[in-house]
């Protein structure tokens, strides 16, 4: 084993507030048992998952409710037993406000589980292995949702450098992961073991940062005995996103548009190690996630959450909303979005709820133009110039923002942050990227709509020569070329019938 001491700083980013103490003090509390679960079944990158159940079917705890669809998919499990209710559109978590399908559930009370086998993965082939995790709904919990079983399948490639295992928390507010980790490190160990039987690397890191030093202890207490190594990592924001924490323990630059798995590197939040463990060692599928509920709420902490409860109940479990919340935040202040409802369910993406007050918000400024100071360059980890980004979202001149690496933008914030000019220049980053999207997808669909089209026209056509070539085998029988000489009535038994017969 490697021994990797060092790190390596990334460009950029910045010393944010942190406001961990908020929530960090008490244990994760167990989430009351809602009456209504409301299961959103696209919780993960990918598909959606197709619904395996109707109105009035009985659930138990853990039953499969929806299965992964495609490769880039994953499942989804009922989080309690109970009948469900609907199978229909409801609003969920996003920054589009949109509403998708869901499975809604209501509770019997009885949490009444499936049969749970624990898994011997080391005497499993890996794709069954990989499949288990799959069937079982593991995304990365850091807030990203991609199926893990993808991850953990390098289909082919060269062995695995460097397994990292991210425990940054770097965004201002959150908790869950720093919770996780002090009370739940042998669980988390364990997940660990299992994502390096499959990927075998050649060194395990765990990246922490300095201002979780019981966490530092509790992991690295974990860990004996064993050869991955505890990396405390400095306090600065965004040491949590891949690539950055790729650069700062390994040295590696992952490719502008590439993946950290090009450098020989795979990386999984915490979270998702506690997840594989539950699979593995308890026969659990993910039904339930650690949510830090902060900021302007009465008692904040951590709450152990089934999927699919209202983040309305979650305050209520906080004592409830203090005066003066501007904003319900899903996520933390840098890279989180604002809620429409409070009555949208916890997804398997939901790290945090942050209920601000305007002091917890960037405060509304005049917008001024860009004095071209160069403070947004300075501070993106991405090493990107965002002023140019900008200039160019703004004036719809997408090819060039592409030109200028705009998909590398992490939206971070810290451009924003910083710029005296109070320019939102993340909004325009992901208006740019929107619309990106949609003309790509206009684009497809007019491929599509041209291909559906071409197809339609050769098939006419081939039909067209068919008929005439059946025609054509069929007209020496009706209309002989050559004349030939009428039998006299009585001859033979034949009638010639002519096309004048018609
Ligand atoms: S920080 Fe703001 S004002 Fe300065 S260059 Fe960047 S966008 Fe322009
Ligand atoms: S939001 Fe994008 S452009 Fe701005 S600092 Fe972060 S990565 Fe750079």
């Known amino acids: 084993m490697n021994a990797l001491k060092r790190l390596f700083p990334f460009h950029g980013g910045l010393k944010t507030v942190r406001h961990k103490a908020e929530s960090n003090q008490s244990p994760i509390q167990p989430g009351a048992l809602p009456r209504q679960l409301t299961v959103p079944l696209r919780q993960h990158i990918g598909a959606i998952a197709k619904p395996l159940v109707q109105p009035g079917d009985r659930v138990l705890k853990g039953q ?45 009370g009885e949490e009444r589980w499936i049969d ?64 996780l980790m002090r009370e739940r490190a042998a669980g988390i160990v364990a997940g660990l073991r299992v994502m390096a039987h499959l990927l075998k690397p050649r060194d395990v890191l765990i990246g922490i940062e300095e201002d979780k030093p019981e966490a530092i202890a509790a992991m690295s207490e974990a860990c004996a005995g ?17 690539k950055q924490l790729v650069k700062l323990l390994t040295g590696k630059e992952t490719p502008v548009e590439g993946l950290p798995v090009d450098v020989g590197v795979q990386c999984f939040n915490v979270a998702t190690a506690y997840a594989v463990h539950r699979v593995v060692d308890h026969g659990e599928p993910l039904i339930s996630r650690v949510v830090t509920v902060t900021g302007q709420v009465k008692q904040p902490g951590n709450i152990e959450a089934l999927l699919g409860t209202a983040f309305a109940d979650l305050v209520e479990q906080c004592g409830g909303y203090r005066e003066g919340v501007e904003r319900l935040i899903m996520g933390g202040p840098m890279m989180g979005f604002a809620l429409h409802s409070d009555e949208v369910p916890v997804t398997k993406a939901a790290n ?53 690496h705009l998909f590398s933008c992490i939206e971070c914030g810290c451009c924003s942050y910083v710029c005296p000019s109070h320019i939102p220049l993340v909004q325009y980053y992901r208006y740019a990227k929107n619309e990106i999207w949609a003309q790509e997808k206009e684009k497809q669909k007019a491929e599509l709509a041209r291909q559906r089209h071409q197809a339609r026209v050769e098939r006419l056509e ?35 019938v002519s096309d004048r017969d018609g």
């Open 64 to 108: 499969m409710i929806g299965q992964a669809d495609g490769y880039i998919s994953a499942a989804i499990h009922a989080p309690t037993s109970g009948i469900v209710a609907a199978v229909e559109s409801r609003h969920v978590p996003h920054p589009s406000g949109l509403p998708d399908l869901c499975v809604v559930i209501d509770s019997d």
């Open 116 to 179: 749970r086998e624990p898994v011997d993965y080391r005497h499993r082939h890996p794709s069954e292995l990989r499949n288990i995790l799959r069937n079982a709904g593991i995304v990365g919990l850091g807030g990203a949702g991609f199926p893990s079983a993808v991850k953990l399948n390098l289909s082919g490639s060269d062995d695995l450098e460097t397994l990292i295992l991210n425990g940054a928390e770097c965004e201002p507010w959150i908790t869950c992961d720093d919770r």
């Open 226 to 242: 064993t050869d991955y190594q505890v990396r405390p990592i400095p306090t600065r924001y965004p040491s949590g996103s891949v």
């Open 352 to 404: 945090c709820i942050l209920a601000a007050s305007a002091a917890e918000l960037t405060p509304e400024q005049p917008v001024m133009p860009c004095i071209r100071c160069s403070a947004c360059v300075e501070v993106c980890p991405a090493d990107l110039l965002p002023q140019q980004l900008y200039w160019h979202a703004r004036a719809r001149e997408f090819d060039k923002a592409q030109d200028h």
């Open 462 to 496: 081939r039909e067209k020569q068919e008929r005439e070539a059946k025609l054509r085998q069929k007209a020496p029988a009706k209309a002989p070329l050559s004349p030939s000489p009428s039998p006299t009535r009585g001859e033979g038994s034949t009638v010639v």
